[in-house]
T-cell receptor, first 116, second 112 residues
Framework: EPEVTQTPSHQVTQMGQEVILRCVPI?????FYWYRQILGQKVEFLVS????????KSEIFDDQFSVERPDGSNFTLKIRSTKLEDSAMYFC??????????????FGEGSRLTVL | QQQVKQSPQSLIVQKGGISIINCAYE??????FPWYQQFPGKGPALLIA?????SEKKEGRFTISFNKSAKQFSLHIMDSQPGDSATYFC???????????FGKGTTLSVSS
């Protein structure tokens, strides 16, 4: 069964450092997302990406964040200068607009980011 | 107006019992209401979803009830099993390709 894969599974970084989280979405999917989940809290939308550009972003997704699809398969989230409050589980998701148009997101298993 | 309010925060149900989780929303533009199930250490996975043109959808032991006038929807898990123990999130969106707005989640424990 096709799946969304994310790397790394866990990253520990110092405050102020740059972090890149990587995702390989399901190959025939067209929409890509990043969500985050602070420990024990709800899943929060960060950004959606379609046709090589951001289609929507939340208030959380400020200038410290950026996304890129560098090679047609990977989808990355970069945090330029990490803060303590960026510590969270980051989930990548992808979606096929397909004929069913179900809007079903397929989530990866997440990348846990710990900022010290 | 973009919030989805979910209750209860946690739920303990006996094996074989019915689990009921409720959600409410304000934005009348929402037209897609999925429920996601999340096990520890895993990403959320779609469980069942409904659109506002129907009042109920059933898939196996899982049923969504939708009340458009009250702007509420709920998940019913019949014959709850220990394997159903997980965190359940309701969500809403306005159309495919835009953000899913999640509720805060309900941690369900089914005791055997």
């Amino acid at each position: 069964e096709p799946e969304v894969t994310q790397t790394p599974s866990h990253q520990v970084t110092q405050m102020g450092q740059e972090v890149i989280l990587r995702c390989v979405p399901i190959s025939n999917h067209l929409y890509f997302y990043w969500y985050r989940q602070i420990l024990g809290q709800k899943v929060e939308f960060l950004v959606s990406f379609y046709n090589n550009e951001i289609s929507e972003k939340s208030e959380i997704f400020d200038d410290q964040f950026s996304v890129e699809r560098p090679d047609g398969s990977n989808f990355t989230l970069k945090i330029r200068s990490t803060k303590l409050e960026d510590s969270a589980m980051y989930f990548c998701a992808s979606e096929s607009t397909g004929t069913a148009n179900t809007g079903e997101l397929f989530f990866g298993e997440g990348s846990r980011l710990t900022v010290l | 107006q973009q919030q989805v309010k979910q209750s209860p925060q946690s739920l303990i149900v006996q094996k074989g019992g019915i689990s009921i989780i409720n959600c409410a929303y304000e934005n009348t533009a929402f037209d897609y209401f999925p429920w996601y199930q999340q096990f520890p250490g895993k990403g959320p996975a779609l469980l069942i979803a409904i659109r506002p043109d129907v009042s109920e959808k059933k898939e196996g032991r899982f049923t969504i009830s939708f009340n458009k006038s009250a702007k509420q929807f709920s998940l019913h898990i019949m014959d709850s099993q220990p394997g159903d123990s997980a965190t359940y999130f309701c969500a809403a969106s306005t159309q495919a390709g835009t953000a899913l707005i999640f509720g805060k989640g309900t941690t369900l424990s089914v005791s055997s």
